[in-house]
């Protein structure tokens, strides 16, 4: 059992450019979420999903773009990279309801806007 | 509006001192989900407990005990007999049950445990 797997675990961009920080989970959590945790602060929230075809803004979501296709996958879209951008990236599931709505986290991706 | 208050940004204390970690929520959901997790230094994220709203019990675990008043939407969270290893930071988390369903989180307090 995998968990929640997030890819890729590093990465350094240049400014303007675009990519893609995958997650996949497979616990068949309805929920998925994707935060981000600037040096020495707490975790912000940017887009999360309650289902497949779903989503929906958080706290800062100005300059990502989300889709979720299949239960499984959630990913984030950086278009035009800014040094604003840099962070490290926490991907995490959880069900909606009864025993398991805590979040699993992924392991993080260290992005590095240069 | 969902908030999580973590008062505390930093916490210092001697091995074997008693610690209590403060969490104050804002919610108007009545059904809602509260959650503390661990930040060591490696940098993953540790789920450490959950309660939903109907359930103020308090609960110990081991070292670790957590204070549930719904009255004064506080969720505070004490570890007795602190050791180096709960050196970390620890998150406190509020997720509503109905439509508001993000999961939001306090902004954290550093726990320094000197030996």
């Known amino acids: 059992n995998a968990g929640v797997t997030q890819t890729p675990k590093f990465r350094i961009l240049k400014i303007g450019q675009s990519m893609t920080l995958q997650c996949a989970q497979d616990?068949?959590?309805?929920?998925m979420y994707w935060y981000r945790q600037d040096p020495g602060m707490g975790l912000k929230l940017i887009y999360y999903?309650?289902?497949?075809?779903?989503?929906d803004k958080g706290e800062v979501p100005n300059g990502y773009n989300v889709s979720r296709s299949t239960t499984e996958d959630f990913p984030l879209r950086l278009e035009l990279a800014a040094p604003s951008q840099t962070s490290v990236y926490f991907c995490?599931?959880?069900?909606?309801?009864?025993?398991?709505?805590?979040?699993?986290f992924g392991q993080g991706t260290r992005l590095t806007v240069v | 509006a969902q908030k999580v208050t973590q008062a505390q940004t930093e916490i210092s204390v001697v091995e074997k001192e008693d610690v209590t970690l403060d969490c104050v929520y804002e919610?108007?959901?009545?059904?809602?989900?509260l959650f503390w997790y661990k930040q060591p230094p490696s940098g993953e994220l540790v789920f450490l407990i959950r309660?939903?709203?109907?359930?103020?019990q308090n609960e110990i675990s081991g070292r670790y005990s957590w204070n549930f008043q719904k009255s004064t939407s506080s969720f505070n969270f004490t570890i007795t007999a602190s050791q180096v290893v709960d050196s970390a930071v620890y998150f406190c988390?509020?997720?509503?049950?109905?439509?508001?369903?993000?999961?939001?989180f306090g902004t954290g307090t550093l726990l320094a445990v000197q030996p």
């Open positions: 995490a599931s959880s069900y909606d309801r009864g025993q398991g709505t805590e979040a699993f």
């Open positions: 309660r939903n709203s109907f359930d103020e």
């Open positions: 616990m068949n959590h309805n929920y």
């Open positions: 919610t108007r959901d009545t059904t809602y989900y």
């Open positions: 999903s309650v289902g497949a075809g779903i989503t």
């Open positions: 988390a509020l997720r509503g049950g109905g439509a508001t369903n993000k999961l939001i």
